[in-house]
């Protein structure tokens, strides 16, 4: 059930939840050039309180297709300048809108906004954990492109202490039975020991490895994230690591021919531009993917269905 | 005799409540956290690594007119879990209350990471732990997932 639901964190999503959303989403593919007019009359707030262009930018076009109108908070001009409370602003936003997107550096700062908001909340990322609505973009592009998630093979590579994208997505594969999922980062990037604990209790088919192409021949997806360099105490030791962790053309004759590469985007390095020209580039497959899956979570938490 | 009786039967109080049953080392670390420092006046026995049969070795602390409220109630069961409180009346026992940590801890502790919504003053969120553990406790901030740990939590209520 998703009608006036807030979507935090991926975690409070059931598989069925998921796949409804997954159904809602095809629909949505097909309606999303034409447009439609389900959501006509209807407002949503975006408020992104850190910077973000795919997410703020494909929840506006998804409200956009749908009819609805969109407004928009710009932090740097906005009431926080001045010092209000974000739960202030956000009060403010929940009597405008009949929907919030949101994101904050502060962690749990969406939990807070659903609390005080009478009106659906989600959340666009907040901290290191959780940015739910990218999470369901990904399992959503596994599922179009490689038919379905379970039984699969999939490792996830960079930065996997701080990155939300792949803690989310991390999170996001336990709902479904995958073969098994590789963490693959230097030591300093592991899972954050609370989060692999979460990941034992749902059990997990966890392997955490170092080496990139230790896991790369089975792996059926490679989630790829950025490491950040202030991420490191000790610059020279990111001198040191990067290279290990950049997917070269070279490296990817060891992987399966059908594997697909994805990457919540921005990239920086870690993903050369050679990659892009091959089968297994689906980075810019899974960013088209934010509009229709984003236009199924607006409909379905506004409760407007699709004809 | 054992030596355990022999030790409550040394100072008996009229009326107050006798904390037994407290992690043998803990007792110091349980008057800190009730705001007792002797100076007080009133009558304070504290028995430590006394030999239990629970637990092998326990502390107990028994303080003259002491009411323990909620609050109190509730930081004790967070350093001494396997607590039990006897509330003596005329010398006796009147009522025996086991202590035990809720599910949920809000607004008591404080989260450990600094970017957690619960450490800005001007939001109006208070702090919420669930319990991961038992033994030895180990509690989830539910606003940003992160652990505090039993040690975290002895430091908080005590101060060290």
């Known amino acids: ?307 | 005799m054992s030596s355990e009786e022999k030790v409550l039967k040394v100072s008996k109080i009229e009326h107050g409540t006798v904390i037994d049953h407290i992690p043998a080392g803990r007792a110091l670390y349980v008057l800190r956290l009730l705001g007792l420092t002797g100076k007080e006046g009133v009558i304070i026995s504290l028995a430590m690594n006394i030999p239990s049969r629970k637990l092998g070795k326990k502390d107990v602390v028994k303080v003259e007119g002491l009411e323990l409220s909620e609050d109190q109630v509730n930081k004790l069961a967070l350093i001494a879990p396997s607590a039990t409180i006897n509330i003596i009346k005329d010398y006796e026992v009147s009522t025996k209350m086991k202590i035990s940590i809720p599910e949920v801890i809000s607004g008591i502790l404080k989260c450990k990471n600094p970017n957690c919504i619960t450490r800005k003053e001007r939001e109006p969120v208070i702090s919420s732990f669930r319990v991961v553990k038992r033994k030895p406790l180990l509690l989830r901030c539910e606003y940003c997932g992160r652990f505090l740990t039993e040690e975290d939590v002895v430091e908080q209520l005590t101060g060290g």
């Open chain 1, 1 to 307: 059930m998703w009608a006036g639901r807030d979507v935090i964190s991926i975690l409070d999503f059931t598989r069925e939840d998921l796949e409804e959303l997954f159904r809602v989403a095809r629909r949505m593919e097909e309606i999303e050039r034409r447009g439609s007019d389900i959501l006509r009359g209807r407002i949503v707030a975006t408020a992104f309180f850190e910077p973000s262009t795919r997410t703020r930018l494909s929840f506006e076009a998804a409200a956009h297709r749908l009819g609805a109108s969109v407004i928009s908070l710009h932090p740097t001009v906005a009431s926080l300048a001045k010092g209000e409370s974000l739960a202030d602003t956000l009060r403010m936003l929940d009597g405008y809108a009949d929907v919030i997107v949101m994101r904050s550096r502060l962690e749990g700062a969406a939990k807070m906004a659903a609390e005080i908001c009478v009106n659906p909340v989600i959340n666009g990322g907040d901290g290191t954990q959780h940015h739910p609505t990218q999470a369901m973009i990904d399992l959503y592009t596994i599922k179009r492109l490689k038919g379905g998630v379970d039984g699969l093979v999939v490792g996830v590579l960079g930065d996997l202490k701080y990155g939300r994208a792949a803690t989310s997505f991390i999170f996001g594969l336990t709902r479904y039975r995958l073969e098994r999922i590789y963490l693959i980062s230097p030591p300093e990037l592991r899972v954050r020991e609370d989060v692999m604990m979460e990941l034992d209790r749902l059990g997990a088919p966890i392997h955490e490895v170092t080496d990139l192409e230790e896991a790369l021949p089975e792996l059926d997806v490679l989630y790829v994230t950025r490491i950040q360099k202030e991420r490191f105490p000790d610059p020279a030791e990111y001198e040191r690591v990067k290279g290990s962790y950049r997917v070269k053309l070279s490296l990817l004759r060891k992987a399966k021919k059908d594997m697909i590469i994805m990457h919540p985007l921005p990239r920086v390095d870690e993903l050369p531009y050679e990659v892009d020209r091959t089968p297994h580039a689906a980075y810019f497959k899974q960013a088209s993917f934010g509009v229709p899956v984003r236009m199924a979570i607006l409909s379905l938490v506004l409760g407007a269905v699709v004809e």
